[in-house]
């Protein structure tokens, strides 16, 4: 089975600091991972994604994220928080891995809050 | 990136009605498409994959008599939820997934959602 665990349901930051949330993941097969962001009322847009090439992922605005098998977790960070960063983000797991089947298993979620 | 829209962005509608939602890929053609249910707060789960011209695959646990998933066209899929009650209310999510091309493999883009509120 796959799944993905996001610990944290709640993070909340100053502007300027350092974003983490964090996304831990079980798979019997080599994942392919996941990042998204949801703004309210608002589908999702994929920050970055890990298909088993470089273990540390580059994403859109900012974000970034690394894949660490042995921890069998894929953190997202990102140096400095900015107030347009607030927002609903989700980790993911694809089924199947690499097989490709495009259904993603999704983490609860975690809600990042920026501090002015 | 891809443009994935739905249609409506939000419906009311009484109980015991039948609510269509179209999810239309834009500029591209969608050899799949997955629909999933947002509850407040809470996650999305996937509901059900729509292959054109196939018959759509549920999850467990998802009535296919109860939500209707048909995808007519590489562009189009409708989700018709049946004489909907107040617990089907809830935030729809569509995705679409492009063919693979050069160095993707199908990448998803997803729509921006409807919102079912069933009195």
């Known amino acids: 089975a796959q799944s993905v665990t996001q610990l944290g349901s709640h993070v909340s930051v100053s502007e300027g600091a350092l974003v983490l949330l964090r996304c831990n993941y079980s798979?019997?097969?080599?994942?392919?991972l996941f990042w998204y962001v949801q703004y309210p009322n608002q589908g999702l847009q994929l920050l970055l994604k890990y298909t088993s090439a470089a273990t540390l992922v580059k994403g859109i605005n900012g974000f970034e994220a690394e894949f660490k098998k042995s921890e069998t977790s894929f953190h997202l960070t990102k140096p400095s928080a900015h107030m347009s960063d607030a927002a609903e983000y989700f980790c993911a797991v694809m089924l199947g891995g690499s097989s490709n089947t495009g259904k993603l298993i999704f983490g609860q979620g975690t809600t990042l809050q920026v501090k002015p | 990136g891809a443009v994935v829209s739905q249609h409506p962005s939000w419906v009311i509608c009484k109980s015991g009605t039948s609510v269509k939602i179209e999810c239309r890929s834009l500029d591209f053609q969608a050899t799949t498409m997955f629909w999933y249910r947002q509850f407040p707060k809470q996650s999305l789960m996937l509901m059900a994959t729509s292959n054109e011209g196939s018959k759509a695959t549920y999850e467990q646990g998802v009535e296919k008599d109860k939500f209707l998933i048909n995808h007519a066209s590489l562009t189009l899929s409708t989700l018709t939820v049946t004489s909907a009650h107040p617990e089907d209310s809830s935030f729809y999510i569509c995705?679409?997934?492009?063919?693979?091309?050069?160095?993707?493999?199908?990448?998803?883009?997803f729509g921006p959602g409807t919102r079912l509120t069933v009195l």
């Open positions: 995705s679409a997934r492009a063919p693979p091309a050069g160095g993707s493999r199908g990448e998803q883009f």
């Open positions: 798979s019997s097969v080599p994942p392919y």
